[in-house]
């Protein structure tokens, strides 16, 4: 029995590629979209940072600004308070003594005193 060859010339080629479109994006266009909203992102950040610090700034220079009313307002408040003190010292005492050997201003120090105490 004879073999079995193969016909002149050959077989032809076997198709073992798929000529098919290829799905989804190519990596260098998924990294590129990835790479926009990442940039779109860090630029809101940096905006948000720079808001931050502005709002900062203008919130410890507004504090700079009050000092000189708050300061006022303290010395009112000493003086009303040491005003108080001499008319509450003459009217127990009778007159007002000089507890301090010069005439240089001392500013008074306050302690809040519960007023039940029992020893």
Same mark, same amino acid.
């Given at each position: 029995?004879?073999?079995?060859?193969?016909?002149?010339?050959?077989?032809?080629?076997?198709? @073992?590629k798929r000529?098919?479109?290829? #799905? %989804?994006? !190519?990596?260098?266009?998924? =990294?590129?979209?990835?790479?926009?909203?990442?940039? @779109?992102?860090?630029?809101?950040?940096? #905006? %948000?940072? !720079?808001?931050?610090?502005? =709002?900062?700034?203008?919130?410890?220079?507004?504090?700079?600004?009050?000092i000189p009313?708050?300061?006022?307002?303290?010395?009112?408040?000493?003086?009303?308070?040491?005003?108080?003190?001499?008319?509450?010292e003459k009217?127990?005492?009778?007159?007002?003594?000089?507890?301090?050997?010069?005439?240089?201003?001392?500013?008074?120090?306050?302690?809040?005193?519960?007023?039940?105490?029992?020893?």
């Amino acid at each position: 029995m004879p073999q079995d060859m193969p016909p002149a010339g050959g077989y032809e080629a076997v198709q @073992y590629k798929r000529n098919l479109p290829t #799905k %989804g994006f !190519r990596p260098a266009t998924l =990294l590129g979209i990835a790479g926009v909203i990442m940039g @779109y992102g860090w630029y809101r950040v940096i #905006k %948000g940072i !720079r808001e931050r610090n502005e =709002l900062a700034r203008e919130k410890m220079w507004g504090r700079i600004h009050l000092i000189p009313l708050l300061q006022a307002e303290e010395d009112r408040d000493l003086v009303r308070r040491h005003l108080a003190d001499q008319a509450r010292e003459k009217a127990l005492l009778g007159e007002n003594f000089k507890v301090y050997n010069s005439d240089r201003y001392v500013r008074p120090t306050f302690a809040a005193v519960p007023e039940n105490v029992t020893e």
